[in-house]
Structure formats: C-alpha cells, structure tokens
T-cell receptor, first 113, second 115 residues
C-alpha cells in the first residue's frame, strides 16, 4: 500500500518568514495530494490540493509543488503569520479501486510573533 | 449544512466499559471514514464505508472495535471492552463519493479518555 513520509515533524519560524513542509510517497500510481490544516483542538480542514497533472498550484500565501519523478510534494507558506500556527498533514490518494488517502504524520508549525 | 456531526464531543469512561461514538455525515455524501488520532501514531484510518457498506476495515485494531452504518445518515464506532490505550481523539469524515479527487470533510472529533 501507499506510504507517506512527512518532514519536519516540528517547524518553528519567525513571523514573516517562509515555511516549507515536505512529503514523499511510495505508490507511483498516486495522483491526488491534499493538504490539511489542523488548529489546536479543532478538526483537520483542507487548505490546498494538487493533482498529478500539474506541477504547482498557488492560493494567496500558500503553494504546493509536486515532483512525480521523485515522488515528493511540498507545501510552501510565505509571509507566515501567527494564525498559521497549526499541524499540517499531507496525504496521497492512491489508485487501485478505492481512493483512500494515506496521511503523513503531520508537521507542527509554530510562528513566533 | 451543519457539516459532519459527532457525538459525544468528550467521553470519559473506565476500563472495561462499552463506548459508542456516533457520526452523522454531510447530507448527500456517500463515503464515510473513521480515524483515530494520537500523538504516537498520528492520524490512522480505522474503517471506510461507501454507500453504507464497509469497504476497508484493515485499520480496525482488534475485535474489540466494531463499526456500523445502518443508513446513509448515521454511523457508530463501538469499543467493547475499552482499554486505557484506546484513549485518543476519534474523527469521523465524509466525502461526496469514492472518486479519485474526493475531499474529506472532518467532524469535530470525540476525545475519548479511558481510565
């Protein structure tokens, strides 16, 4: 089955800096890669996603890049703000009948004011 | 729409007791997922239903765990008997279908503490 590795587990930045979270996946047939944000005590919520037919997608201060050859994808947050502090999860939806997402272990992002 | 609804939000019970967690998916969604989240193991998929039928229950840890979906608007996750190591946050999520690019919508979670 699919295996998703996520790094780093914790990321601490100063307000205004950029943050990058990286994920690798094992199943070359995976073709959809969502990112979820989970604020403290809240539920995970989708913030951005990318399909395998594109290499990059942007939405204001966040962007996701995908390298299918290397089987890795990354989340980029620019001009970080304290409200960006949360746990971020990457996921990969493998094919094979049921498109069940496999989640990474999560990255705890702390943005210091 | 109120989103995915879970109850109870918090549950404290003693070891050996039966625990039942409930979930109401978003109306019209036909895929439902139960997850368990702990610091040690992250977000683990326990079971996945499509059109009320269990499709993948390979994540259910052992026979003490069981899940049902009697209709499109209700699912339960039962633990009997409960153990302290079952303490975790349990999330229910639903999606429109079982397609390639489905987005999952999570409920608020049930924080379970087994003493």
């Amino acid at each position: 089955g699919e295996n998703v590795e996520q790094h780093p587990s914790t990321l601490s930045v100063q307000e205004g800096d950029s943050a990058v979270i990286k994920c690798t996946y094992s199943d070359s047939a995976s073709n959809y890669f969502p990112w979820y944000k989970q604020e403290l005590g809240k539920r995970p919520q989708l913030i951005i996603d990318i399909r395998s037919n594109v290499g990059e997608k942007k939405d204001q201060r966040i962007a996701v890049t995908l390298n299918k050859t290397a089987k890795h994808f990354s989340l980029h947050i620019t001009e970080t703000q304290p409200e960006d502090s949360a746990v971020y999860f990457c996921a990969a939806n493998a094919s094979g009948g049921s498109y069940i997402p496999t989640f990474g272990r999560g990255t705890s992002l702390i943005v210091h004011p | 729409d109120a989103g995915v609804i879970q109850s109870p939000r918090h549950e404290v019970t003693e070891m050996g007791q039966e625990v039942t967690l409930r979930c109401k998916p978003i109306s019209g969604h036909n895929s439902l997922f139960w997850y368990r989240q702990t610091m040690m193991r992250g977000l683990e998929l326990l079971i996945y239903f499509n059109n009320n039928v269990p499709i993948d229950d390979s994540g259910m840890p052992e026979d003490r765990f069981s899940a049902k979906m009697p209709n499109a608007s209700f699912s339960t996750l039962k633990i009997q008997p409960s153990e302290p190591r079952d303490s975790a946050v349990y999330f229910c999520a639903s999606s429109w279908g079982a397609g390639r690019y489905e987005v999952q919508f999570f409920g608020p979670g049930t924080r379970l503490t087994v003493l």
